[in-house]
């Protein structure tokens, strides 16, 4: 317990410092990307703490990864490096699935699954991975979701046997906390395409690892209650844009934190209700993990999902409606970044 308190306040501290770094060094040599003042290089300092933190362990004798985590480790830092290179230089949406499905490919092949259930969790852990990367699209939602969404999982991990992973998904969600310091509002520096990505897949990735062994439907709720947040955003900004005619994978202020905005709500507030609700979420799927909820008990909570997707499509995001209902939703960079499509980064 003390090696992971450790790791996880070396991995919170490395993080804010490398974010510092990183920010002044792009605003020094270099302006985010498309005209928007804020950098989108954050990510780097979510992957390096994560990374350097976890494999210090074994280097120092002090922790070992345990079975399995050097493969997933190595495959997560193959999609920050995609998500990196994107952050750079965007790269089409068929490049960046394909190198995703290749390295989820990877950690679910050593995961022991048959292959009927292993091209399923190829395909979840693709969706979820764009998923985050879709959320990170206002100040702190989507570091303070995937934070708490660490967390639960590690909690797993453990109760697992698995405490390698747990370790791992403890640094993550303590480097998302020290990113948070910077990226909270007003945020000084965001994530971009290499830690949105890199977070999103290490989290699916994890999720798939450690559920391996456990009955499919027990699984299967409790994945979904982890992930309810980005799902439902996810699902909401599809039916929301098939709706308004507007191509699927070009970005734009139509998430749950936009609508919360045109609600009322601060932008600190609608991180704060995204969190809360992750939370939720979470303690529902660690009680359904711990046997103590059946796993059937959670279909009335899937009807949340539609129920909040029909109530939330009310609210207006485009055109002059949703400037009239919400004058004081968008900062400056997000109104530079709403047109950046999918391929870009910015959801």
């Known amino acids: 317990m003390l090696h992971g308190l450790a790791a996880a306040t070396a991995a919170l501290?490395?993080?804010?410092l490398l974010a510092a770094l990183v920010r002044t060094l792009m605003l020094r040599f270099g302006r985010a990307r498309r005209g928007d003042t804020t950098p989108h290089l954050g990510g780097i300092a979510v992957a390096l703490a994560t990374l350097g933190v976890?494999?210090?362990?074994?280097?120092?004798?002090?922790?070992?990864?345990?079975?399995g985590v050097a493969p997933l480790l190595a495959a997560a830092g193959a999609v920050a490096l995609l998500g990196l290179i994107g952050d750079l230089r965007p790269l089409g949406v068929r490049v960046r699935l394909?190198?995703?499905a290749a390295a989820a490919t990877a950690v679910v092949a050593l995961a022991g699954l048959s292959p009927g259930a292993g091209a399923l969790a190829?395909?979840?852990?693709?969706f979820v991975t764009n998923a985050f990367q879709l959320l990170d699209n206002s100040d702190g939602a989507m570091g303070a979701v995937a934070a708490v969404t660490a967390l639960g999982l590690a909690?797993?991990?453990?109760?697992?046997?698995?405490p390698g992973h747990g370790l791992l998904l403890s640094v993550l969600a303590a480097a998302l906390t020290g990113f948070l310091l910077h990226n909270w509002h007003p945020a000084r520096i965001h994530l971009g395409d290499c830690g949105a990505l890199f977070t999103g897949f290490l989290l699916a990735a994890s999720a798939v690892t450690v559920h391996a062994g456990e009955p499919g439907e027990r699984t299967t709720a409790e994945?979904?209650?982890?992930?309810?947040?980005?799902?439902t955003d996810t699902l909401l900004v599809l039916v929301s844009r098939r709706r308004a005619g507007r191509p699927l994978t070009r970005g734009g202020g139509d998430h749950i934190a936009h609508r919360l905005r045109g609600l009322g709500l601060t932008i600190q507030g609608s991180a704060v209700v995204l969190g809360v609700v992750s939370l939720a979420g979470t303690l529902i799927g660690l009680q359904v993990h711990d046997g103590r909820v059946a796993p059937v008990a959670v279909l009335p909570l899937a009807l949340v999902v539609p129920v909040a997707v029909v109530l939330l499509l009310r609210v207006p995001v485009y055109g002059p409606a949703a400037r009239r209902r919400t004058p004081h939703a968008r900062t400056p960079q997000e109104s530079a970044?709403?047109?950046?499509?999918?391929?870009?980064g910015r959801g």
């Open 337 to 344: 970044t709403a047109s950046v499509d999918l391929a870009g």
């Open 98 to 100: 394909v190198a995703e």
């Open 155 to 162: 909690v797993c991990a453990i109760a697992e046997g698995r």
């Open 54 to 67: 976890a494999c210090a362990g074994p280097l120092l004798g002090v922790a070992e990864l345990g079975p």
């Open 223 to 231: 994945l979904f209650m982890l992930t309810l947040v980005v799902l």
């Open 122 to 126: 190829v395909l979840w852990i693709v």
């Open 13 to 16: 501290v490395l993080t804010a």
